[in-house]
């Protein structure tokens, strides 16, 4: 079967929080012939897990490896890339995803309210202003 894994699907398997929907979840993207995974969904669990379960950059960072390295997970490698840059440097994984695929799409520069957002894609060589 070809899938794609919602966001709450993810969470079940890195939270093992609940144990029918978590082996249910960890099965099916065992089984599975292919896992496709969003953008949105990555976007989203790294949000998830960072500020609502508190778990720290850098295993976010891990776990969004280890999906992407599996063999049947199919995602935007260069985006998910792009969003572990910005995690890497202490940043929000969504963040460089958005600065990606906003060039993907056309744009130049970044802009956001955000600080640290603009500061993390001006020191990796991206066009980035800061609003006031």
Excluded at 33 to 61: F, N, Q
Excluded at 113 to 118: P, R, S
Aim: net charge negative; proline share 2%; with cysteine.
């Amino acid at each position: 079967m070809k899938i794609i894994a919602d966001t709450d699907v993810l969470l079940r398997v890195f939270l093992d929080d609940d144990p029918v929907q978590s082996q249910v979840a960890r099965v099916l993207l065992v089984e599975a012939d292919t896992v496709a995974i969003s953008r949105h969904a990555l976007c989203e669990m790294a949000w998830v897990l960072g500020y609502s379960y508190k778990i720290p950059k850098m295993r976010i960072a891990e776990l969004n490896r280890e999906l992407r390295d599996k063999e049947h997970v199919v995602t935007d490698r260069a985006a998910v890339e792009a969003g572990l840059a910005v995690l890497d440097a202490g940043g929000d994984f969504a963040d460089g995803v958005i600065a990606y695929e906003g060039r993907w799409v056309g744009g130049e520069t970044f802009v956001s309210f955000d600080k640290k957002a603009v500061s993390l894609l001006i020191e990796q060589g991206r066009k980035a202003k800061l609003l006031a």
